[in-house]
Nanobody, 119 residues
Framework: QVQLVESGGGLVQAGGSLRLSCAASGSIFSPDTMGWYRQAPGTQRDLVATITNGGSTNYADSVKGRFTISRDNAKNTVYLQMNSLKPEDTAVYYC?????????????WGQGTQVTVSS
């Protein structure tokens, strides 16, 4: 089994910053792609940013230049540094880790952490 524990969410004023962390533990070794997604009430879950095990990154257009994803492979942890936060960034943020299990690439999700940006 693989467990993901997220932390770092909270309430912040517009223009502020938050840093999210997601640590993977359990039966996991060298995760493949790690990423962050978010879901606001009444909307679908959307990609925020991903990072491969080689360090290649991908960002949603809405967060480019404001958010930075990084990972610590020694700790199986992925981070999301969020700067210049806007009210529209308010959502539950979920981390996702992809990990090979035999011939299968499996997705594992965190429990979600609330980010609220006040105007």
């Amino acid at each position: 089994q693989v467990q993901l524990v997220e932390s770092g969410g909270g309430l912040v004023q517009a223009g502020g910053s938050l840093r999210l962390s997601c640590a993977a533990s359990g039966s996991i070794f060298s995760p493949d792609t790690m990423g962050w997604y978010r879901q606001a009430p009444g909307t679908q879950r959307d990609l925020v940013a991903t990072i491969t095990n080689g360090g290649s990154t991908n960002y949603a257009d809405s967060v480019k230049g404001r958010f930075t994803i990084s990972r610590d492979n020694a700790k199986n942890t992925v981070y999301l540094q969020m700067n210049s936060l806007k009210p529209e960034d308010t959502a539950v943020y979920y981390c996702k880790v992809q990990h090979w299990s035999g011939f299968y690439l499996r997705d594992y999700w965190g429990q979600g952490t609330q980010v609220t940006v006040s105007s």
